[in-house]
């Protein structure tokens, strides 16, 4: 059993209507308040999970007391466990030979495409990274063969497309695996690991 059958994410553009929002939701229904603070470009996330019917009543109070400063949001009434997962920062390695990557400036929409692709191909979620210290947007990343990844970067894109919201993807064939080495540490620059070809020599890759 699913320890949060449904989440809510609310995307908004600034940090006093953000706490507004997560403490009327929490009021409203019995939901868990998993997260809730600060990204890049002063948006403000609340993430909440709980039963189907909590998160929606929830969500429909944070929208209604968002009013324009929301900017972008998503209810996820059956939502994949590992969508939850990354969520909270539970990160996997490359396993796979082939990596996606889906990258919107939408958060709630990132989220939603990363559900919808797990649901609809067989791949696995690597990492989830919401806003800090990358401008405000979101980017997922899957693994898995081939034309599993191709199908859920078509599911994610057309998700994407359907809510008006542009997306940068591509998807790499066979990974190589310094690369490899530098998604699993997580893709931010100043904390990449500098890692070793089989001759010794320093790999740069990432």
């Given at each position: 059993?699913?320890?949060?059958?449904?989440?809510?994410?609310?995307?908004?553009?600034?940090?006093?209507?953000?706490?507004?929002?997560?403490?009327?939701?929490?009021?409203?229904?019995?939901?868990?308040?998993?997260?809730?603070?600060?990204?890049?470009?002063?948006?403000?996330?609340?993430?909440?999970?709980?039963?189907?019917?909590?998160?929606?009543?929830?969500?429909?109070?944070?929208?209604r007391?968002?009013?324009?400063?929301?900017?972008?949001?998503?209810d996820?009434?059956?939502?994949?466990?590992?969508?939850?997962?990354?969520?909270?920062?539970?990160?996997?390695?490359?396993s796979?030979?082939?990596?996606?990557?889906?990258?919107?400036?939408?958060?709630?929409?990132?989220?939603?495409?990363?559900?919808?692709?797990?649901?609809?191909?067989?791949?696995?979620?690597?990492?989830?990274?919401?806003?800090?210290?990358?401008?405000?947007?979101?980017?997922?990343?899957?693994?898995?063969?081939?034309?599993?990844?191709?199908?859920?970067?078509?599911?994610?894109?057309?998700?994407?497309?359907?809510?008006?919201?542009?997306?940068?993807?591509?998807?790499?064939?066979?990974?190589?695996?310094?690369?490899?080495?530098?998604?699993?540490?997580?893709?931010?620059?100043?904390q990449?690991?500098?890692?070793?070809?089989?001759?010794?020599?320093?790999?740069?890759?990432?």
């Amino acid at each position: 059993m699913k320890a949060y059958p449904a989440i809510a994410l609310l995307e908004l553009n600034n940090i006093a209507d953000g706490i507004r929002v997560g403490d009327g939701m929490a009021k409203k229904a019995p939901i868990q308040v998993l997260r809730s603070g600060t990204v890049s470009h002063g948006k403000f996330l609340v993430l909440v999970g709980g039963t189907v019917a909590s998160v929606e009543e929830a969500f429909q109070e944070g929208v209604r007391l968002a009013g324009t400063a929301l900017l972008d949001c998503l209810d996820l009434p059956d939502v994949h466990h590992r969508v939850v997962e990354v969520l909270l920062g539970h990160s996997i390695p490359v396993s796979e030979e082939a990596v996606g990557i889906l990258e919107t400036p939408s958060i709630a929409t990132t989220v939603e495409a990363a559900d919808v692709a797990i649901k609809g191909a067989q791949v696995e979620i690597l990492s989830l990274r919401l806003g800090d210290g990358f401008g405000g947007k979101g980017y997922v990343l899957f693994n898995g063969r081939v034309e599993d990844v191709q199908a859920a970067i078509e599911l994610a894109c057309a998700l994407a497309n359907r809510k008006n919201v542009t997306a940068c993807t591509q998807i790499i064939p066979r990974i190589h695996e310094g690369m490899a080495r530098q998604i699993d540490a997580g893709l931010r620059f100043a904390q990449a690991p500098e890692t070793q070809l089989p001759d010794g020599e320093s790999d740069v890759t990432g």
